[in-house]
């Protein structure tokens, strides 16, 4: 073979191995370097995420301290909208996110997801004089608050004959409750422990014995094949169920209730 060919080929190959060894960094391989893991999460959930001042308290962050334990580094939060924390998984401004996220399929095509710690489901919030909603049907034609783009958006989706009036959408909970209580909306769908936290926190609402949808899991998620961060985390996972800490963590930030 000519030696220019030759040449060629063993200088390309070179420089191919030298870009995926740039390129080939792992997350993991960036946490031990920076001696830092990003936490993504979005802290209006209790008993998930709490804000406390400057802190963000709840479940999910004792499990995310607990992980970044593990790896034996210091934790840093991103406290973001909810509907942005895929995607921050994606471009590597957070690491792993816990935030109360259910398991979906479309939520799986984008990143992974590790074992489930928390079974939800989503219920439906409404005025306390209101008796007007006897079945999942009435809802149909009613003005329903959501967070945006979490599963109780999807329910609503789902059940609304109006998709372009009968959904408000709001950054929390809180704010769609909010709403909720000054009378310009006629109901919310969101999960059960985070609704019944700010229902028992505030005067006039109160949540209907109806179930919209199928239960939920929660779970904690990586970016896609970052798979020996989400090893860490399954781990981590295991030892707070087995020992009973994540339901022990969830009374304790339930209290008050
Ligand atoms: N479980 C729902 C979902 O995954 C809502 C989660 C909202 N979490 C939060 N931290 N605001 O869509």
């Given at each position: ?39 993504g ?39 973001m909208?909810f509907?942005s924390l895929i995607?921050a998984l ?7 996110v816990?935030a ?158």
């Open positions: 073979m000519n030696r220019k060919i030759v040449a060629l080929i063993l200088g390309l190959t070179l420089l191919c191995a030298a870009l995926a060894g740039c390129g080939g960094q792992s997350t993991l391989d960036k946490i031990e370097k920076n001696k830092k893991v990003v936490w999460t979005n802290a209006y959930f209790m008993p998930f995420e709490i804000r406390e001042g400057e802190d963000v308290i709840g479940v999910d962050a004792e499990i995310a301290a607990a992980v970044a334990k593990k790896l034996g580094v210091e934790l840093v939060v991103e406290d909208e509907e995607s994606e471009s590597g401004t957070v690491d792993f816990g109360g996220m259910t398991i979906t399929d479309e939520r799986k095509e984008k990143a992974d997801f590790s074992t489930g710690y928390w079974t939800a489901v989503q219920v439906v919030t409404v005025a306390a004089d209101d008796e007007s909603v006897l079945t999942v049907g009435d809802l149909s034609s009613l003005v329903i608050g959501v967070q945006s783009g979490t599963t109780g958006d999807f329910v609503a989706e789902d059940l609304t004959n109006n998709p372009d009036t009968g959904i408000m959408r709001y950054n929390t909970v809180i704010e769609a409750m909010q709403d909720l209580k000054n009378g310009n909306i006629d109901c919310v769908i969101a999960d059960d422990l985070p609704s019944q936290a700010i229902v028992s926190q505030t005067e006039g609402l109160k949540i209907l014995d109806l179930a919209p949808s199928d239960e939920e899991t929660y779970a904690f998620a990586v970016k896609k094949g970052d798979t020996e961060l989400l090893n860490v985390i399954n781990e981590v996972l295991a030892e707070m169920m087995e020992s009973g800490e994540i339901e022990t963590l969830v009374n304790k930030y339930s209290l008050g209730q």
